[in-house]
Nanobody, 125 residues
Framework: QVQLVESGGGSVQAGGSLRLSCVASGYTFSSSCMGWFRQAPGKEREGVASISRSGITTYTDSLKGRFTISKDNAKNTLYLQMDSLKPEDSAMYYC???????????????????WGQGTQVTVSS
């Protein structure tokens, strides 16, 4: 049974940083495309970043330069480093895993089969 458990969310002031973690179990973590998504109240879930089996990363254009996705295969853990946070970054952040080892060019919810429960990020001005 695939399980994804996010942590690291919280409340920060604008300009601050947070690092989210996602611990995976129940499948071969190192062989899968992994992604981060976020969803603000009243909005659709949107892709943030993805990382392939080989470590190739993809970012939503608007977030490039502030967010960094990485993974530690030995720990079955996915990370999202978020810097220079803005109030508009406030959302529930989700970790997701795909059955494929490669990642598609765009970070799309439909390409991921397994989802965590999310961790809340709130950025105040």
């Amino acid at each position: 049974q695939v399980q994804l458990v996010e942590s690291g969310g919280g409340s920060v002031q604008a300009g601050g940083s947070l690092r989210l973690s996602c611990v995976a179990s129940g499948y071969t973590f190192s062989s899968s495309c992994m992604g981060w998504f976020r969803q603000a109240p009243g909005k659709e879930r949107e892709g943030v970043a993805s990382i392939s089996r080989s470590g190739i990363t993809t970012y939503t254009d608007s977030l490039k330069g502030r967010f960094t996705i990485s993974k530690d295969n030995a720990k079955n853990t996915l990370y999202l480093q978020m810097d220079s946070l803005k109030p508009e970054d406030s959302a529930m952040y989700y970790c997701a895993a795909a059955s494929a080892s490669f990642c598609f060019p765009d970070v799309r919810t439909r390409d991921y089969q397994y989802w965590g429960q999310g961790t809340q990020v709130t950025v105040s001005s």
